[in-house]
């Protein structure tokens, strides 16, 4: 409001309203170290790695934009099962290190994880007196999986997850072809065939997806 | 004769209590009715519960530090201005009226002790200005002088209304013959004397000698240690005296329902140091041409304005 509006008065007693208005309210303050902050879903604190799910694939450390993933491995060679089978080989993982003094937190080598070996923790307090900490080894970053959150669920209205909606375009699959059933052998081919576009048909608004 | 020194040992000591208590609890009042008026929660660690002794370790830390004094300061005038800056203070709580009788130093001229004392607590920022030889400070020092001269007289002139009103210049006196209805028509006065005597205490919004965003901290700059704290605890003191003197002088003192009186002039005290935190926090402080428009084109009018009043509204009662 302009001063002259009100008056000189007015203005000075807005002033006088507004700061006893403010103290008669809850302050702002969050007591971080007494009280744990109400932080967001999917906040970005730390890199978990789930160390059973690593296939020392490398991919993590190809896409991490500023190279602060270190993968060390070795080949260890599987026996064959069968008799006459060709024995075959697997990487085993020796070292996983991140180094989070480097790491800018895009979460890309999360993204890039096709076998869900790596997760974002919302823990965040690990700052370190000496910066040569700051690089988790694989039982540190073992450790944080044990803070990572369950996902949110969806927000509504949202597509299926692609695992879903496979399973159940199968169930549904099969569910026509029960109905379907005086089993004409000749036919089977065929009908399988309908039963599969009547499964997309209810699927309609997921088709992007199937 | 033994009686009558215990009596007088006593009283100095209450005063002292006071003294040393009521500019802490003014001071603590400020650190979190300031905080919460921003949205924050000030002091919440010290003493454990919600900070209740931060004034006690901020005292500790003062005494802690070292005092410097500056090469090219006069270094007697240096070291004696904080206490020049504080004791009137002391002296003025000796004179106001707690209860009916209960004052450390009964004076006729109470008023008029209080008024010229308070005054004095600006020489002992002159003499900090002037002795630490540096030129904040030194501006400082003359912007408080230039304040003085402006609000000494809407001061003297507001608080000459009630003594005129009253018929005396004692303060239990002016209380005793202070009324309900006196709020109304000593209205004025009470406005004008209270902000003249914020600006004598140079609180904020009149912190102009202070003014940290232009002068570092005027006539405080070159003090540290158990000095800066002395200066900084005769400014909550004087926050306590304009407080008092104006409940005394305003509000008729212990005078009130109920409670005992001298309940109700710390009540009224407690109060008014509230006001005063309030305005600090809600206002920015004056321009140098402000402040002064304020003294001579505001206050002094008004308070002139206020004995013609009271001059008349006096007459009429007492034919």
């Known amino acids: ?210 | 004769m033994m009686a009558e020194l215990l009596v007088i040992v006593l009283k100095v000591l209450v005063v002292l209590a006071a003294f040393l208590l009521l500019p802490l609890l003014v001071g603590q009042l400020e650190h979190k009715a300031m905080a919460h008026m921003q949205s924050r929660l000030g002091p919440m660690y010290a003493g454990g519960f919600h900070g209740w002794a931060q004034l006690v370790a901020d005292g500790v830390k003062f005494v802690q530090k070292g005092e410097v004094v500056p090469a090219a300061a006069d270094r007697a005038v240096y070291q004696l201005a904080p206490a020049v800056a504080l004791l009137p203070y002391l002296l003025v709580l000796a004179v106001v009226p707690v209860g009916p009788g209960a004052v450390a130093s009964t004076l006729d001229l109470g008023l008029f002790f209080a008024l010229a004392v308070t005054g004095i607590g600006v020489v002992g920022m002159l003499m900090a200005a002037w002795a630490s030889a540096n030129k904040y400070s030194l501006i400082g020092g003359l912007r408080g002088a230039a304040q003085l001269l402006a609000y000494e007289l809407p001061l003297v002139l507001a608080a000459v209304s009630p003594a005129m009103a009253a018929g005396t210049l004692s303060l239990t006196g002016i209380v005793q013959a202070w009324r309900p209805w006196w709020l109304l028509w000593q209205l004025p006065a009470a406005v004008v004397f209270f902000v003249a005597g914020l600006a004598e205490i140079r609180r904020p919004p009149f912190d102009m000698p202070i003014a940290d965003s232009e002068l570092v901290f005027g006539y405080l700059t070159e003090y540290s240690g158990l000095r800066f704290a002395l200066f900084i605890l005769a400014e909550y003191a004087g926050i306590v005296v304009i407080s008092a003197l104006t409940a005394v002088l305003f509000l008729g003192g212990w005078k009130g329902p109920l409670l005992p009186g001298p309940v109700w002039t710390l009540i009224k005290v407690i109060a008014l140091s509230f006001v005063v935190i309030w305005l600090r926090v809600t206002y920015p402080r004056l321009r140098e041409d402000q402040l002064q428009k304020l003294a001579w084109l505001g206050l002094v009018p008004v308070a002139l304005a206020q004995l013609a009043l009271t001059g008349v509204v006096a007459v009429a009662v007492a034919s």
């Open chain 1, 1 to 210: 409001m302009s001063p002259g509006r009100a008056g000189a008065g007015g203005g000075l007693a807005r002033g006088l309203a507004i700061t006893l208005r403010t103290m008669s309210r809850r302050s702002a303050t969050r007591q971080y170290p007494d009280v744990p902050p109400d932080l967001p879903p999917r906040s970005r604190g730390v890199i978990a790695l789930f160390e059973e799910n690593c296939t020392v694939c490398m991919l993590c450390a190809r896409e991490c934009p500023d190279w602060c993933i270190y993968i060390d491995s070795h080949k260890e060679t599987v026996p064959a099962r069968e008799e006459g089978a060709r024995a075959r080989q697997r990487n085993v993982l020796d070292r996983f290190a991140i180094d989070f003094a480097l790491c800018m937190y895009c979460g890309i080598c999360i993204e890039a994880c096709p076998f869900d070996a790596l997760f974002w923790s919302p823990e965040f307090e690990y700052a370190e007196y000496d910066i040569r900490e700051l690089t988790h080894e694989k039982d540190r970053l073992r450790e944080w999986m044990w803070t990572v959150p369950a996902p949110p669920p969806l927000d509504p209205g949202a597509e299926t997850p692609k695992e879903l909606a496979a399973a159940h375009k199968a169930a549904e699959k099969l569910a026509a072809a029960a109905q379907a059933a005086p089993p004409r052998a000749q036919d089977a081919h065929a009908q399988a065939r309908d039963a599969h576009a009547q499964a997309r048909d209810a699927q309609e608004p997921q088709e992007g997806n199937a």
